[in-house]
């Protein structure tokens, strides 16, 4: 694929232009004149530089009228190369022989009295930030967090790309089990299969689109099989798939920094009218959140509707946790489709409906997608099938 017809991961200037407007209207709403955040997430949200995440503090600073970044010296030019939208200020080292803070203050002499942290800054950070700025006063907020709620057009687009990419690794997953099934050897086992639809999805991202956005996940997964399946996140190991196992593929991409999840319950051989229920239970569980997942519907009230499905069906006690949760620069992000989260649903949310049940030695069944919320109703960005035959890889 040539550079003309390349997918392009990093997003415009301009959107980031009004990525920082629409965080500087809420400002009045907190009640604060300006907001730091060190949140890696929230730096590539708000400037576009995504980097790695270390001892050495790399900040934003956002008020009425500008933006700052402040990163270590070692990664300006790493900053400048991607472009990022903000003034970049730097310092030397971290301990350092100068609070490595110092030099944002000295950016910002008429820092105002009122600013907004994020609420993950640990409590070391924030002692440096008081003693760079000690006429300041700190309080946490969510405001970062809660415009990152809605996606801009430009995001959805990352997300589709990462949903494609989610997709065809679930299917190059399948084609390996169906191979070997073929074959007649061994299976492969959760690790194998897990290192082959990471690789797909890798090297997918890499063949067919320009400036990709490197972080720490790019594509791939957790691949777990049988009574290893009944740990909702168990990690994949050298167990070796076998006729007549319950099999998950839980995978994902992220492009652009911005990420979706999709993952499919497989049975390897006829099922048993056992799995079958188990199965079905999930599949109608996941289909009654999908419907219920609509702007102006609370996270709390879908994730009631998708598992009374479960519990409707004698299985409530297999249940080991919530619907779903947000998704976009985050793997899991706020809201949360949880009985506690009263969040309203917008239109140009993402959100996972992922309902799963875990039976302790025998296996678990989920299903998920990335969900669009949309003027009407919510719109799946991952299309693998979802149905038990269609999962189903004969011997």
Sequence with gaps: MNAETAFRQRLAPAVYDRIQTRLRGRLDDEGISAIITDDPEDVSYLTGFFHHS?????????????TVLL???LERQHAEEQSARAEIVDFAEYPGLENPFLP???ATPEAPRSVGITTRMTLHRLALLQAALPDTAFAPTD?????????????????????????LMLETGVALVREAVAAGGELPSEAELAAHV???GVG????EHADVVVISFLAGGLVYAAANSALPHGLPSSYRLRPGDTFMLSLGAAVGGRFVEGERTFVLGDPTPEQRRYHDAVRDAQAAGGRAIAAGV???????????VIRDAGLGGYLRHRQGHGIGLGMHEPPWLEDGDPTVLEEGMIVSNEPGIYIPGHAGYRISDSML???DGAEPLTAYPRSLDDCVIPL
């Design 143 to 167: 405001a970062v967090t809660r415009a990152r709620f809605v996606k801009l057009p430009e995001e959805i687009a990352l997300h589709r790309e990462a949903a494609r990419i989610t997709d």
């Design 104 to 106: 944002l203050a000295r």
């Design 204 to 207: 997918r991202m890499y063949r």
């Design 298 to 308: 609370r996270c709390a009230d879908s994730n009631r509707v998708c598992l009374d």
């Design 373 to 375: 919320v949309t003027a």
């Design 71 to 73: 990163v270590p010296a």
């Design 198 to 200: 990471g690789r797909d």
């Design 54 to 66: 270390g001892e050495r503090p790399v900040a934003v600073y956002l008020d009425a009228d500008r």
